[in-house]
């Protein structure tokens, strides 16, 4: 069965930086889009950034641009969002996805499940 | 604020039928951008429950249902179980912002 562990989650000042990590199972990694979605709590779900199989690509939601980069081990089969410049707005619980593709666009076939970043002095 | 708009709250008794629809515009769903759902029951991850407009992963129940039609998609949920409480959610591709987005969210309470 597919699994996605996520951790490194935390309390973090503003400003401040955080790794989150992602290790999978169960799937072949390498050969996958993989994700991060976040809920901010009692709200809604958003996507924040994904990346191909092999790391050539890489794409964020605007509101993270420039302050957190996604990255992925496939030797490790691990995912990675190192969030720099942590504003209180981050808060949120984060989730790594596995990305699937229907034939006119990207979808998230299986979640972890997730690990909670707070950004609060 | 997002693009894809739902219903907050849906509910229904036991057995009964409910839709929740998921409305968009030119620029995700009516730009013929694919819509799919995900149940979050409380205090869990989300959950993949419709892919593709219509198309239900092994696994999950033919109770669930999904259509889309011009700007708007739906979830419908036959035969209403106690366990189907959760809050749902519609994702899709929008154009203008070059991001995927989800919608504001169901929650479908069970009376």
């Known amino acids: 069965e597919v699994q996605l562990v996520e951790s490194g989650g935390g309390l973090v000042q503003p400003g401040g930086s955080l790794r989150l990590s992602c290790a999978a199972s169960?799937?072949?990694?390498?050969?996958?889009?993989m994700s991060w979605v976040r809920q901010a709590p009692g709200k809604g779900l958003q996507w924040v950034a994904h990346?191909?199989?092999?790391?050539?690509?890489?794409y964020y939601v605007d509101s993270v641009k420039g302050r957190f980069t996604i990255s992925r081990d496939n030797a490790k089969n691990s995912l990675y969002l190192q969030m720099n410049s942590l504003r209180a707005e981050d808060t949120a619980v984060y989730y790594c996805?596995?990305?699937?593709?229907?034939?006119?666009?990207?979808?998230?076939?299986?979640w972890g499940q997730g690990t909670l970043v707070t950004v609060s002095s | 604020q997002s693009v894809l708009t739902q219903p907050p709250s849906v509910s229904g008794a036991p057995g009964q039928r409910v839709t929740i629809s998921c409305t968009g515009s030119?620029?995700?769903?009516?730009?013929?951008?694919?819509v799919h759902w995900y149940q979050q029951l409380p205090g869990t991850a989300p959950k993949l429950l419709i892919h593709?407009?219509?198309n239900r992963p092994s696994g999950v129940p033919d109770r669930f249902s999904g259509s889309k039609s011009g700007t708007s998609a739906s979830l419908a949920i036959s035969g209403l179980q106690a366990e189907d409480e959760a809050d749902y959610y519609c994702?899709?591709?929008?154009?203008?912002?070059?991001?995927?987005?989800f919608g504001t969210g169901t929650k479908v309470t069970v009376l």
């Open positions: 996805a596995r990305g699937a593709w229907s034939p006119h666009d990207y979808y998230f076939d299986y």
């Open positions: 593709g407009n219509s």
């Open positions: 030119s620029s995700n769903i009516g730009a013929g951008y694919d």
């Open positions: 169960a799937f072949t990694f390498s050969s996958y889009w």
């Open positions: 990346i191909k199989q092999d790391g050539s690509e890489e």
């Open positions: 994702q899709s591709y929008d154009r203008s912002l070059s991001d995927y987005v």
